[in-house]
């Protein structure tokens, strides 16, 4: 364990966590049995459907998916909204966003860690960081004000919905990137009174959860307490994540409402980190530091001990008010997160403060047009130090980077939208910010004064030709600028602790044109209706940012690449209920489809490694109401039909083979209880999850993460 400090907040509310969690899933119960016995079970907020040309664009502060779902219908082009309270198992991030199309999650232990997420190709070169896509939780932003985000951070159990806009289908100020933006929506004390949830699984996974919500004339509350843990497939794989998320809402007279949110997070994960690509079949559970090569001696994880711990704080108030004419919507936010990263050879370690506020405006004219405007402020002040890893113990050695970085963003938005007919309705949005990352050494004196100002316009048009079909074409700009992690860059041999070394990076922004086409829609009525949604989209873009490794498998470098790429690609997804005998077939479906390649320069022609070209999710339930409650049953699929490069190089030999899992699902569900039995590659196939991104690769390189072999979870939920 390396010689840092972390704050005592965080062992007070670890410790505090730690012992109310299973206290706090025992008062549930008394809570709601201290309520009156007439009083029935609270339902989620009442929607009201407004006139088409309404131009309150703003979503409520208590969420609901019908209003989420009619505010989408009016983006045009490609969005998801996810309702994660739908599904049996939340344990991961995987859970709450399988057989959504266009978004692209590669596992790394299958557990609380630090999942490769993609929308359209962003960030694929930023793992194990993430980047790419801007993160909301509640409509603030999550990501530090540098664009990074750590995402096991996220508690997808306390989520009521997710909202995904993705590329530059965004609706906030702060999202400029290729990959969009995904709105994490809380659950409030209006949606539910209260929830017990327990899960265990295979490799020692467990997880509980207790939550209670109150709700009076015009206000409402909610807390929620998890807590993880799982020892994991492979060796040194072992993960835990504690959470507390809080918040309580007013609502006054006149249409004024508030929302204050607190959450508190942390998470710990060790990493068993890659290996080569023939011990995904003959090893799959073991690490580097099993066998007996030099190389395993050489990157022993039991003696490097690789891993992450991170804790984050995170405070958010929102207050909106007026009516359709004006309404208005302010939010700010702070948080406070520390993070020790430990990637084999070097210790990273992350103090970050960020502050941020954001305006919202829309209103509604007299004539066809609504309008909407937004300003957003954000600023991250971070301490960054890099200390030098034994090969021996794992223990830090010098220190050889030490950083004061600063990250400032302040962003503009309008946007109008005009029905030029009764079917259809032209929108215009154009987007200006100013980003500054400004880095100085505390060894050297070293500085270096990045600022970039940049507009981020797009042109969209919205079909409606029936009520049950809507199509859209449009064209934007998206840029994105590169964070501390690709502007920071350290270099440690794993056999030369000594010479360790770090430099400040110069970088570009990456830029996109993206050119999209699709539609949604409703083939049929009633039970039997078939909801459907496609996009088609080609992003020519300049200066890539690239992050390689190295040999071992472990970070180098970030450069922009100097010739273009082009990433394009096909989001589709079916879903739909047939009956059958007693009861009916629900199905769903999703493919995404990504074909990313290099236009010109060394590579001209080749793939871009990262990203599978083809990923089909699947599942079929069988669904029969007995006396004993409603029962759904039957199959499911992931597949990757394709093999895909792991280097730029497209070495052969080197790709992540081709693999499809079969998997398994029992539910019941009977009044208040569900309950859940879920089987996952039940072949127990031999397969790499996610990989190591290099310019050039071989198969006997470290650079393969082993995915899960068979293995089964369940649960029981009880919500009051």
Not at 21 to 40: G, H, I, K, S
């Amino acid at each position: 364990m390396p010689p840092h400090h972390l704050p005592s907040l965080r062992s007070r509310l670890r410790a505090w966590t730690r012992t109310t969690a299973p206290a706090l899933a025992l008062l549930c119960p008394l809570a709601v049995a201290a309520e009156p016995a007439a009083q029935a079970p609270a339902q989620l907020p009442t929607v009201t459907v407004r006139a088409e040309g309404d131009a309150d664009a703003a979503a409520p502060l208590r969420p609901s998916v019908a209003a989420e779902q009619q505010r989408l219908d009016r983006v045009p082009g490609g969005t998801n909204l996810a309702t994660p309270q739908q599904e049996t198992r939340l344990a991961t991030l995987r859970d709450a966003l399988d057989y959504q199309p266009g978004i692209v999650i590669q596992d790394f232990f299958g557990a609380m860690d630090q999942p490769r997420l993609s929308i359209r190709g962003s960030g694929i070169q930023s793992n194990p960081l993430n980047r790419g896509v801007l993160l909301l939780q509640d409509g603030l932003p999550l990501n530090d004000a540098d664009g990074s985000f750590i995402i096991g951070l996220v508690e997808p159990r306390n989520a009521a919905l997710v909202s995904v806009r993705r590329g530059a289908n965004t609706l906030m100020p702060g999202a400029t990137t290729l990959g969009g933006e995904l709105d994490f929506q809380s659950l409030t004390g209006a949606d539910e009174r209260g929830r017990v949830r327990t899960e265990v699984g295979s490799f020692g996974r467990q997880a509980l959860q207790g939550a209670v919500g109150l709700q009076g004339a015009q206000w409402d509350g909610r807390i929620s307490v998890s807590g993880d843990r799982y020892d994991g497939y492979r060796h040194h794989s072992a993960s835990q994540r504690d959470a507390l998320h809080a918040n309580v809402g007013f609502q006054a007279a006149g249409g004024f409402e508030n929302r204050t949110y607190l959450s508190w997070t942390d998470l710990d994960f060790d990493i068993p980190t890659v290996v080569p690509k023939d011990r995904v079949r003959t090893q799959p559970r073991g690490v580097m530091g099993d066998g007996a090569t030099p190389q395993d001696q050489l990157l022993n994880v039991y003696r490097r001990d690789p891993r992450r711990e991170a804790t984050q704080l995170r405070l958010a108030n929102r207050s909106r008010w007026g009516d359709d004419a004006l309404r208005q919507e302010l939010g700010v936010y702070w948080q406070d997160t520390d993070d020790l990263f430990n990637n084999q050879t070097s210790y990273t370690i992350t103090r970050s403060r960020t502050a941020g506020a954001q305006w919202q405006a829309s209103g509604q004219t007299a004539g066809p047009l609504a309008w909407r405007a937004a300003l957003g402020w954000s600023r991250s002040r971070m301490d960054r130090d890099l200390d030098a890893t034994s090969p021996v113990n794992g223990a830090a050695l010098q220190r050889f980077g030490a950083y004061d970085l600063t990250a400032d963003n302040l962003q503009a938005l309008l946007a109008a939208d005009w029905r030029l007919a009764s079917a259809w309705t032209l929108v215009g949005q154009w987007g200006w910010s100013h980003q500054e990352r400004d880095a100085a050494s505390r060894l050297d004196g070293r500085t270096l004064q990045q600022q970039w100002s940049f507009s981020t316009p797009k042109v969209g048009v919205n079909w409606t030709p029936t009520p049950a079909v809507r199509w859209w074409a449009n064209l934007s700009r998206s840029q994105e600028a590169p964070t501390f992690w690709e502007i920071v860059s350290a270099t440690v041999a794993p056999n030369a602790p000594a010479a360790a070394s770090s430099e400040l990076v110069r970088l570009d922004l990456q830029r996109a044109t993206t050119f999209e086409v699709g539609g949604q829609g409703r083939w049929g009525e009633g039970a039997r209706a078939l909801h459907w949604t496609a996009a088609v989209y080609r992003s020519q873009v300049a200066g890539e940012l690239m992050s390689t490794t190295d040999a071992n498998g472990i970070k180098v470098g970030t450069y922009n690449y100097a010739g273009g790429t082009r990433h394009q690609g096909v989001e589709a997804g079916l879903s739909g209920s047939w009956p059958l005998g007693m009861g009916a077939l629900d199905w769903r479906g999703s493919w995404t489809y990504s074909d990313f390649r290099f236009k010109d320069g060394i590579y001209a022609g080749n793939r871009i490694a990262g990203v599978p070209r083809h990923l089909i999710n699947a599942e079929v339930l069988w669904r029969v109401a007995t006396g004993a409650g409603v029962w759904r049953m039957g199959p499911s699929l992931r597949w990757m039909p394709t093999d895909t490069p792991t280097d730029h190089a497209n070495t052969a030999g080197s790709e992540q083979d081709a693999y499809a899992l079969l998997g398994f699902k029992l539910e019941w569900k009977s009044g208040p209880w569900t309950a859940y039995l879920q089987a996952d590659n039940r072949t127990d196939r031999r397969y790499a999850s996610s990989y190591a991104i290099r310019n050039q690769a071989t198969a006997a390189q470290p650079g393969y993460l082993p995915g899960l072999g068979r293995n089964v979870a369940a649960g029981v939920s009880y919500q009051f």
